[in-house]
């Protein structure tokens, strides 16, 4: 087992990565101050692990409630929030209970915000079973529901009181969604991380294969970058870089998904063929070489994800993007490579540039 | 204008108290950092403030939206809160916006916890334009919702940037609700500031006849209590203590609110009779005299407040205040009286006193 700790002052957390994790009653031990835990869990993930969890919180003497919701990004929304609190008052669950997320991003997401807001705040463990999640939104403290009017609109920072991120549970997953944490993989080489990238790049076969210890590198060296990142910018208030550096990709992105309807394009996919537009800016702008997009759009091409976007007007893209939060009083700010390794946010590049980076990459 | 400073660290920040406090642009020039804010009221308050607060933001350089929901305790739900992001949505509110509260508690819980919720949390103001909610709401940054199984059940601590506690705004107040906030005024004389409650006692006329001076010295003396009593607890984590103490009467007079509807009893009504019961649990215990009660009973009375909750079998009291979130791992904890001018947090009380003590205020 590895072990990271997430530097946040009275907030700081553990993020524990391994085979086998989520079977271990003494974790549950260390962290469950009352003797009631509430499960967040899906219909895909539950046949797979509930019960394995709710045996090891049993031997660590918990009780477990648990509520099984509907799969996918579909359903990240005011129903299942409505969901999730209406059972738990109806368990009567009081502030002593723990919350654990036991599923992907969009479980994480919603319990996150769940425990965030019952009864003004409760303790929260997070066990993240895919990929994108185990690097990405288990680490960070961002919790929330979409609205019909924009993705991750409600919501609030919330951290767990511990991550347990089992490798074991990556057996299951399918192909598509491997790809799509890789995603999230390349962007943390990308804007800060060049070793990580050229490990990447070196033994994308084995990460395909799921090979356990190149996983577990991955894993835990994206888990690292984040938990850095998010350490000197925990609520995203710094003017420049700061956690936005971690959005590469992510604004162009999020337009494929609104466009595609949320869930059609996995996240990650997203975030390529946006991390490729992103990267063509930076290009126009005279930051990188040919070679460099090259090599950008060449691995993601191997990790087997899109390099282009939906195909749509690129003005079409452009008023997706005006919805997104990454917007400061009118002004469209991207996160942009000024090179390989090295991602900044800037809001200087023109419409006109940015029309063409984007038509270069969706049709 | 008198201010105070609610000391939280990163998160402290000022209360000012005075006349024609509302109308001063360089109160808003201070705090607001964007150049839009949104103005959350109900339809009593918009027509007495909502257009000189809209004046005078205007000479601060900010753009107001407005949204006037209807008025009253039952509108605290999910569907007003989601007509505030609907509306902030549509109206395309950026994380640079400021929320506004314009109105009394149920206003300032709701726009509070929209403010804490929206993209992730975005600044507040507070104007509280009730008694009870300038001395008690507007203090602590606790924001939320009711939920059909309990009061306050969904929410979040969110801290405003600024309180504008306005005492002109005092004059438009029907006496019911005047009355409904001295209840909580006497609260904080009981539980820790025996000079305000001498104060109170002898001053009860002029509190009722509005007379500025009298308000202003309640005010500011309450929230200093308040402050200093949230500045040691921010989060109601406290074991024994610290923020629960502000729940004086609070268990007992839930369960009347519960009972009756929210809405057809205020909250400080319901306080007033609920602390009624604790002191007379208090005095079952051994902690206050026949004399202590008839003191606290009779100033309730003097402030036209109720001293007798609504009429139901005491065992009924019991399974309501079950439901409070001041129940921890199955014990109902309840703040009792040690004597005037000092509570303390309790769990020792048998069921059998306590519903003697409901029995004795109930019928």
Known sequence: MRTLNVSLGAR???????????????????????????IITNEIV??????????????????????????????????????????????????????????GGVIGDMAGFAAATYQRGVPFIQIPTTLLSQ????????????????????GAFWQPKMVIADTDTLRTLPDR???????????????????LLELIESRMPALLQRDPDALTFAIERSCTNK??????????????????????GHTFGHAIEAAAGYGNWLHGEAVAAGTVMAAKLSQRLGWLSDEDVARVTNLFSAARLPVKGLTMVPERYLELMAHDKKVRDGRLRLVLLKRIGEAITDDSASRADILEAIGGCCA
Chains 1, 2 share one sequence.
């Open 135 to 154: 690097v990405d939104s288990s680490v960070g403290g961002k919790t929330g529901i979409n609205h019909p009017l924009g993705k991750n609109m409600i």
């Open 46 to 103: 539950a046949p797979l692990y509930l019960a394995p969890l709710k045996a090891a919180l049993a031997s660590a003497g918990v009780q477990a409630d648990a509520l099984v919701l509907p799969d996918g990004e579909s359903q990240k929304n005011q129903g299942s929030l409505s969901a999730i609190y209406d059972k738990m008052l109806s368990a009567r669950c009081d502030r002593t209970i723990t919350v654990i997320a036991l599923g």
């Open 227 to 248: 938990a850095d990142v998010v350490a000197g910018d925990e609520f995203e208030t710094a003017e420049h870089g700061g956690r936005a550096l971690l959005n590469l």
């Open 177 to 195: 969604e491997l790809s799509a944490g890789l995603a999230e993989v390349i962007k943390y080489g990308l804007i800060r991380d060049l070793a």
């Open 12 to 38: 700081s957390y553990d993020i524990h990565i391994g085979p086998g994790l989520l079977q271990q009653p003494e974790l549950y031990l260390r962290q469950i101050r009352g003797s009631r835990a509430f």
